[in-house]
């Protein structure tokens, strides 16, 4: 079964700095999805991205998916008190159902 | 625009009680739903999915069952709850295979 290994944990970064997530598949990815989280609440869908090489910005977030399809980065540049929460990503594998990854905890400190 | 809803939002019931949490989604018609839960620091986990009415698939043997009695609505439940059943659930629907899965805001589920 396709799994998905999100890096860092956790992570506490000082307001104004960037920061970098990671998504590692252990097969192919053929859709990859970012999602953020507010603990005790819903996901919300950030981005998407299918093509090897693709990368898609949303605001201060860009989310690229390498050449090869099986690693996916997600990054914030000058976090904000508003980016922490729980970041997941997600990815396609076949009949209907995705698999995500255990999630990565940001904490920005103001 | 489509929206998905799941309720209630808490939920604290003793052991051996039934569940019923519901998720209704509306701006579209025969979505894939999805039924997770959740647990602290161990990403989401697939219980259920249906891809149309009364067909239901389940990923994980447990406690719980799901059903889809109408294309947009979802319901999960359980006759008799144990201490384990305690979690987060998250209902959710896609459009179609491989198609971005858009989620509820989640019910919290304290089995007492």
């Known amino acids: 079964s396709q799994e998905l290994e999100q890096s860092p944990q956790s992570l506490i970064v000082q307001e104004g700095k960037n920061l970098t997530i990671n998504c590692t598949s252990s097969?192919?990815?053929?859709?990859l999805y970012w999602y953020k989280q507010k603990y005790g609440e819903g996901l919300i869908f950030l981005m998407m991205?299918?093509?090897?090489?693709e990368e898609k910005s949303h605001e201060k977030i860009t989310a690229k998916l390498d050449e090869k399809k099986q690693q996916s980065s997600l990054h914030i540049t000058a976090s904000q008190p508003s980016h922490a929460g729980i970041y997941l990503c997600?990815?396609?594998?076949?009949?209907?159902?995705?698999?995500f990854g255990d999630g990565t905890t940001l904490t920005v400190k103001p | 625009s489509q929206t998905i809803h799941q309720w209630p939002a808490t939920l604290v019931q003793p052991v051996g009680s039934p569940l019923s949490l519901e998720c209704t989604v509306e701006?579209?018609?025969?979505?894939?739903l999805y039924w997770y839960r959740q647990a602290a620091g161990r990403g989401l986990q697939l219980l259920f999915y249906?891809?149309?009415?009364?067909?239901i698939s389940s990923e994980v043997p447990q406690n719980l069952s799901a059903s889809r009695p109408q294309d947009r609505q979802f319901i999960l439940s359980s006759k008799k709850l144990l201490l384990s059943d305690s979690g987060f659930y998250l209902c959710?629907?896609?459009?179609?295979?491989?198609?971005?899965?858009?989620f509820g805001e989640g019910s919290w589920l304290t089995v007492v």
């Open positions: 997600g990815a396609d594998t076949n009949a209907g159902k995705s698999t």
């Open positions: 991205l299918q093509k090897g090489g």
């Open positions: 249906s891809v149309g009415i009364g067909q």
């Open positions: 959710a629907w896609s459009h179609l295979i491989g198609n971005t899965i858009y």
């Open positions: 097969k192919t990815l053929y859709g």
């Open positions: 701006g579209t018609s025969n979505p894939n």
